[in-house]
């Protein structure tokens, strides 16, 4: 009976451990398949994760080529306005050439009646030197200041706010003087900034012809226009205010887009090239109507200001 008994128990366990290698080889299986399914996922979301970083290498190569185009198309922009500007300006120089040449050709004629009526010493020759280096000086003043504003930055640089508005004043000078144009600058210091001289000079020269237009176009006697320079932690902020009747209100919106204009003879770059040279360096501008006028704002970085972006 107690062999029986034995025997029966090894057989029982037999049968149970046979059963639990069975499960165990099924469990096997079982996590074999899912290994496979979640291997197979795997390769799957890896082959996903290589084709995502092939699409975001081709979208960073299309993006990296639209800059350029982008940057290539507002660098051809900046030449088109600033050789509209020059057009003016040439013009303007032939009118600031016709009075000192003018004056030159006194003086040569003068020589002539000076030699027949024997007037010519150390004196007359001293005089007459010194009167026609000036006016010669003036001519070539105006040469330099074209020169200097058709010179082209690549690099950001620190310069004097107040430096730059006084030469864009120098160079639209006889506009003021024949338009009958008051400019009143306040300023304190040297206001150093960060950014392109040349291009500033030329978004300044923007504003100001945009001003004599509108004294012209609204046929405002009295006029005037007021420089202020004020200042905050990280930008100067240069406030350009005339009393030419200001813009329609339903074109704020519009001024400062790329062709847009309210001139017959407009090119629609001037605002749009404005905005654009500020945002290039790290600034920006604002309109809005005064109880006259128009008033632009130009937000300019500090040289201090802008060390620190660039270094964050």
Sequence with gaps: MIKVLILFFLTLISILLVFERYLS??????????YQVLYKRYEDIESNNQYVEKVNLELMKRIHTEKQKYSQK????????RLAAMGEMIANIGYQWRQPLNNLSLLIQDVSEAQEFDEINDEYITRLTKESMALIKHMSRSINDLRKFYQQNNEKTAFSLPEAIEEALSIFSLNLTNYDIHVHFEYRGQHSVFGYQNEFIQVFLHLLMNARDAFVINNVKNRKICIKIDEDECFYMIEIIDNG????????????????????NGTGLGLFMTKNILESMNGSVKAENTGDGAKFLLFVPKVVATETQETA
Excluded at 25 to 34: G, I, P, V
Excluded at 74 to 81: G, P, V
Excluded at 256 to 261: I, N
């Design 245 to 264: 009747g200001g813009m329609d209100r339903s074109l704020l919106d519009k001024i400062f887009h790329p062709y847009f204009t309210t001139k017959t």
């Design 74 to 81: 507002d660098h051809k922009l900046i030449q088109q306005s």
């Design 25 to 34: 080889k099924k469990k096997l299986r079982d996590y074999e398949k899912r």
